[in-house]
């Protein structure tokens, strides 16, 4: 697939500026594409007609802010460079066909709720954080990559924590990867 850089910081729908102006409401992205968020600044992740992204990166500088709702993901996450992530009280949900992969530059992602669907795998090549829930879907095959791990983050507004684990489900670690509450 081909690679979208989008610069705007207001993502790349819902405004007069941006590259799909905000009167076309109908739109989607091939599972096989890349949509790299590449300002050197501040971007929102769009989330219009409830897109649902091939290739995610983010890359450069500045924090890309995810939207509050749910953001989908077919193919692989990347986050390089000095890019933080906010995740705005989201959910991310990795939902690909094929193999996936999550790797990130420090400092790591962290995510409000992220669930994995994805029944072919789910790679995390990086460390993560995770402040409410990891939901695992049926089915769904998740792997801890060496040094990969999942921080479970506590507050005084409680402790995230790992969804009831549903039938034909597996979670693989692979050398050093594993499951920290903090």
């Known amino acids: 697939g081909s690679v979208f850089k989008v610069f705007n910081q207001a993502g790349f729908n819902g405004t007069t500026t941006t590259a799909?102006?905000?009167?076309?409401?109908s739109f989607s992205l091939a599972e096989g594409s890349t949509v790299e968020y590449t300002r050197n600044g501040d971007q929102t992740i769009t989330n219009a007609s409830s897109v649902q992204y091939g290739n995610l990166v983010l890359s450069v500088s500045g924090i890309k802010t995810a939207p509050a709702s749910t953001l989908t993901i077919?193919?692989?996450?990347?986050?390089?460079?000095?890019?933080s992530f906010a995740h705005?009280?989201?959910?991310?949900v990795m939902n690909g066909t094929s193999t996936q992969a999550y790797t990130s530059s420090f400092p790591f992602m962290k995510f409000y709720n992220l669930n994995n669907n994805?029944?072919?795998?789910?790679f995390l090549n990086s460390e993560m954080s995770i402040e409410k829930q990891l939901g695992i879907g049926t089915s769904s095959k998740l792997t801890l990559q060496n040094g990969s791990n999942i921080i479970l983050l506590s507050s005084l507004s409680g402790t995230a924590n790992v969804s009831a684990v549903p039938a034909?489900?597996?979670?693989?670690?692979?050398g050093t990867g594993k499951f920290t509450v903090q």
């Open 20 to 25: 799909i102006h905000q009167t076309i409401t």
């Open 74 to 83: 077919r193919g692989n996450l990347d986050k390089t460079g000095n890019v």
């Open 88 to 92: 705005n009280n989201g959910t991310v």
């Open 118 to 122: 994805n029944t072919t795998g789910l």
């Open 168 to 174: 034909g489900a597996t979670v693989t670690y692979v």
